[in-house]
């Protein structure tokens, strides 16, 4: 048994990241041991969270399990979490009270939790003590290790937790079951050492460490000639890119190694404001088949909020950098992530955010009002505002953000734009796709279609989406 320490998972040492390539193992015991059963993943959270469960889907399928989308016929439900809000606590316990419920019927069925929230003292001390039923706890550093985890469950009856706080290594060579045949999620770095003072995720993911280029290269050379159209890169802070290696390469010589493979079309998710420097911008702008859009955390549109948050910039300096992407990048798209109410937030600190909005009409934001994490500096900040005053801010701030969200999309109405048509629908007839501006369309087409990036002319608009026909194949 391993269990997760807050006090570790906070430290951060010079030791070089390791890269090993030959952990993944599947004891010889193990290799069947799915014949004929089924497993069944629930994922919460972000396209870490979703690329992380691609790789567990492989991994149990290679234990010779398969895929049920229908939880009432699982042999094995594991439930990838979230930790970034607090309410994804309820989330996840609410849930188990259904998969507890299946297991009084079929004890049998082996139930694993892991993800962000399986990195946490307290929950894990929490399903030690009152879910003793859970089979399985396993982190974020040792997804790799799932055969063994599930081995030693097996074979001795119990309760096995196995979760590291160590700052962490680079695995390659971990096998993954994509979720599409058209677009795919690469990871190009894990962990964050930002420490914004509200985040969860420096504790929970570890030490930044970067990918070695060779092999995010390799990667996407294979997507590539397995027919995919699209790669996001993933990190959580990506633009940070290559600091940890010990190599004179950085965020713009990846963009460009990557749009070099040939690739139709490259995102990057997610940028830090901090690490957005000229030359990225300039590879952004040389290479067409790098997509015209970037999420840009603002967060807080206050210098005093931005500095209680950790954020090491200003509004100003943000509002330049949101400006020279605009004014370089032909066509771009920029979206934002903004907290209302973080503590000690007073009406003209809120009053800046709107400000900022109002200046940069994002094209979407997400935005949440503040969730307290255990065991980060926010945690212990004077919360100064009632409830309904935080669902107020929010309610005011989600007016301007879906006001500037639907001109944005305006813009679009009448115009040819290309799509790549990822997936069916719910419009019945209809399959949905992106823009190269990550805009949303349903399109009516025929599945033929499918996999392919087609021109798509704009008929109607909505907030969130648009509606459109084929206007002819690229
Ligand atoms: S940069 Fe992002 S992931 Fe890292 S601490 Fe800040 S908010 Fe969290």
Same mark, same amino acid.
């Given at each position: 048994?391993?269990?997760?320490?807050?006090?570790? +998972?906070?430290?951060?040492?010079?030791?070089?990241?390791?890269?090993?390539? !030959?952990?993944?193992?599947?004891?010889?015991?193990?290799?069947?041991?799915?014949?004929?059963?089924?497993?069944?993943?629930?994922?919460?959270?972000?396209?870490?969270?979703?690329?992380?469960?691609?790789?567990?889907?492989?991994?149990?399928?290679?234990?010779?399990?398969?895929?049920?989308?229908?939880?009432?016929?699982?042999?094995?439900?594991?439930?990838?979490?979230?930790?970034?809000?607090?309410?994804?606590?309820?989330?996840?316990?609410?849930?188990?009270?259904?998969?507890?419920?299946?297991? $009084?019927? !079929?004890?049998? /069925?082996?139930?694993?939790?892991?993800?962000?929230?399986?990195? $946490?003292?307290?929950?894990?001390?929490?399903?030690?003590?009152?879910?003793?039923?859970?089979?399985?706890?396993?982190? @974020?550093?040792? /997804?790799?290790?799932?055969?063994?985890?599930? =081995?030693?469950?097996?074979?001795? %009856?119990?309760?096995?937790?196995?979760?590291?706080?160590?700052?962490?290594?680079?695995?390659?060579?971990?096998?993954?079951?994509?979720?599409?045949?058209?677009?795919?999620?690469?990871?190009?770095?894990?962990?964050?050492? =930002?420490?914004?003072?509200?985040?969860?995720?420096?504790?929970?993911?570890?030490?930044?460490?970067?990918?070695? &280029?060779?092999?995010? /290269?390799?990667?996407? $050379?294979?997507?590539? %000639?397995?027919?995919? %159209?699209?790669?996001?890169?993933?990190?959580?802070?990506?633009?940070?890119?290559?600091?940890?290696?010990?190599?004179?390469?950085?965020?713009?010589?990846?963009?460009?190694?990557? +749009?070099?493979?040939?690739?139709?079309?490259?995102?990057?998710?997610?940028?830090? &404001?901090?690490?957005?420097?000229?030359?990225?911008?300039?590879?952004?702008?040389?290479?067409?088949?790098?997509?015209?859009?970037?999420?840009? &955390?603002?967060?807080?549109?206050?210098?005093?909020?931005?500095?209680?948050?950790?954020?090491?910039?200003?509004?100003?300096?943000?509002?330049?950098?949101?400006?020279?992407?605009?004014?370089?990048?032909?066509?771009?798209?920029? @979206?934002?992530?903004?907290?209302?109410?973080?503590?000690?937030?007073?009406?003209?600190?809120?009053?800046?955010?709107?400000?900022?909005?109002?200046?940069?009409?994002?094209?979407?934001?997400?935005?949440?009002?503040?969730?307290?994490?255990?065991?980060? &500096?926010? +945690?212990?900040?004077?919360?100064?505002?009632?409830?309904?005053?935080?669902?107020?801010?929010?309610?005011?701030?989600?007016?301007?953000?879906?006001?500037?969200?639907?001109?944005?999309?305006?813009?679009?109405?009448?115009?040819?734009? %290309?799509?790549?048509?990822?997936?069916?629908?719910?419009?019945?007839?209809?399959?949905?796709?992106?823009?190269?501006?990550? =805009?949303?369309?349903?399109?009516?087409?025929?599945?033929?279609?499918?996999?392919?990036?087609?021109?798509?002319?704009?008929?109607?608009?909505? @907030?969130?989406?648009?509606?459109?026909?084929?206007?002819?194949?690229?």
């Amino acid at each position: 048994m391993n269990l997760p320490s807050l006090k570790q +998972a906070k430290i951060r040492g010079k030791e070089d990241i390791k890269i090993i390539d !030959n952990d993944y193992v599947i004891p010889n015991s193990m290799k069947l041991i799915g014949k004929g059963k089924h497993y069944f993943i629930k994922t919460y959270g972000c396209q870490m969270n979703v690329h992380d469960s691609e790789n567990i889907k492989a991994i149990l399928e290679d234990m010779s399990y398969s895929e049920t989308l229908n939880m009432e016929d699982a042999d094995i439900i594991i439930l990838n979490t979230c930790a970034i809000r607090e309410n994804a606590h309820n989330k996840m316990f609410g849930f188990l009270g259904r998969v507890k419920h299946l297991k $009084e019927s !079929n004890p049998n /069925i082996i139930c694993g939790i892991c993800g962000c929230m399986a990195q $946490e003292e307290v929950i894990v001390d929490e399903l030690k003590s009152k879910y003793k039923w859970v089979d399985i706890v396993f982190g @974020t550093h040792n /997804i790799h290790k799932l055969p063994f985890i599930l =081995k030693e469950s097996m074979e001795n %009856k119990h309760q096995e937790i196995e979760v590291y706080s160590i700052e962490g290594d680079v695995y390659e060579n971990i096998p993954v079951k994509r979720d599409s045949k058209y677009k795919a999620w690469v990871n190009i770095m894990y962990g964050c050492d =930002k420490f914004c003072t509200y985040c969860i995720v420096p504790y929970t993911r570890g030490k930044q460490r970067s990918r070695l &280029p060779k092999d995010i /290269i390799r990667e996407v $050379e294979k997507l590539y %000639k397995d027919g995919y %159209k699209e790669v996001t890169l993933l990190g959580q802070n990506v633009n940070a890119y290559g600091k940890d290696l010990n190599i004179d390469y950085t965020m713009s010589d990846l963009l460009k190694d990557v +749009a070099l493979t040939g690739i139709d079309r490259v995102r990057f998710i997610t940028s830090h &404001p901090w690490d957005f420097n000229d030359k990225m911008i300039d590879t952004i702008c040389e290479y067409p088949n790098i997509m015209p859009y970037i999420h840009l &955390p603002l967060q807080s549109g206050s210098d005093r909020i931005l500095k209680l948050m950790g954020r090491r910039y200003t509004k100003e300096e943000y509002i330049t950098l949101f400006n020279k992407l605009k004014s370089k990048i032909k066509n771009c798209a920029i @979206t934002t992530d903004i907290i209302v109410a973080f503590p000690t937030e007073s009406e003209e600190d809120f009053n800046e955010t709107l400000d900022v909005v109002n200046t940069c009409k994002f094209d979407s934001a997400f935005t949440f009002i503040f969730s307290k994490r255990a065991g980060t &500096p926010a +945690a212990l900040m004077e919360d100064n505002l009632t409830e309904e005053e935080k669902n107020s801010r929010l309610y005011r701030l989600n007016e301007v953000v879906n006001k500037y969200a639907n001109l944005s999309n305006q813009r679009y109405l009448n115009k040819t734009v %290309k799509v790549l048509l990822e997936d069916y629908s719910d419009k019945e007839g209809y399959l949905m796709g992106y823009t190269d501006t990550m =805009k949303l369309v349903n399109v009516k087409a025929d599945k033929k279609y499918l996999g392919e990036i087609v021109d798509v002319k704009i008929t109607m608009i909505k @907030t969130w989406s648009m509606d459109g026909i084929l206007s002819k194949k690229v």
